[in-house]
């Protein structure tokens, strides 16, 4: 497996599979995220626009297997002030590790240190004083798979702590329901 940045004509070629990736891998549990195409296209869109941000692919052979995302927070400020209202924080300090996904097959083999150490590298290149992403909380969901671990873990090795308040609210559809509601992202913070 090979991880590398995708700028250019190699950004443009994988942002279709990047898109079904996310489908994917969101669908399962704790997103439960019964994803449509034309969104996520959309959705992608800022990645190929912004110069600041980031998309990283993992492949195996020429087969795109995962992938991870990032760009400056304030380039999301609309999505996320409310989260940050009550904090001191800089937005414009902050770079948003956006997402990372991998299908469960490829899973253990050093993808996610790799994910988050290309998107870190790239935001103290660009200046930035710290990184931030932001999960899902779901808590006692009924769908959640026995034996499930949370990523929690992995994240704080990594120097993440939850940021106290700092709590999101985005709207999507569960592959359990017939309307999207909104679902609460709990922000985590690491100084670079």
């Known amino acids: ?10 950004l443009e070629c994988a942002l279709d599979d990047v898109a ?3 489908i994917e891998v969101f669908r399962a549990y704790p997103y439960l995220y019964d994803g449509d195409f034309a969104y996520e296209r959309r959705y992608l869109e800022p990645y190929r626009a912004n110069r600041e941000a980031v998309v990283v692919g993992a492949f195996d052979g020429a087969r795109l297997v995962g992938a991870a995302t ?15 209202a ?9 770079f948003y590790c956006a997402e990372s996904v991998l299908l469960p097959e490829f899973r253990g083999r050093g993808m996610g240190h790799a994910f988050f150490d290309v998107r870190e590298a790239h935001a103290r290149e660009l200046g930035f004083g710290k990184a931030a992403f932001c999960a899902v ?29 700092a709590v999101a ?11 999207e509601s909104l679902k609460p992202l709990q922000f985590w913070m690491c100084a670079l």
């Open 1 to 10: 497996m090979r991880v590398e940045v995708l700028t250019g004509d190699a």
């Open 20 to 22: 079904r990736l996310r």
């Open 70 to 84: 990032g760009m400056p927070l304030a380039a999301h400020a609309d999505d996320f002030a409310a989260a940050f």
């Open 86 to 94: 009550d904090s001191e924080i800089d937005l414009g300090d902050v």
């Open 137 to 165: 909380v779901r808590g006692d969901h009924p769908l959640k798979p026995e034996g499930y671990r949370p990523l929690d873990a992995f994240w704080r090795g990594r120097g993440y702590k939850p940021l106290e308040g």
């Open 169 to 179: 609210q985005f709207g999507w559809r569960d592959i359990c329901e017939d309307m």
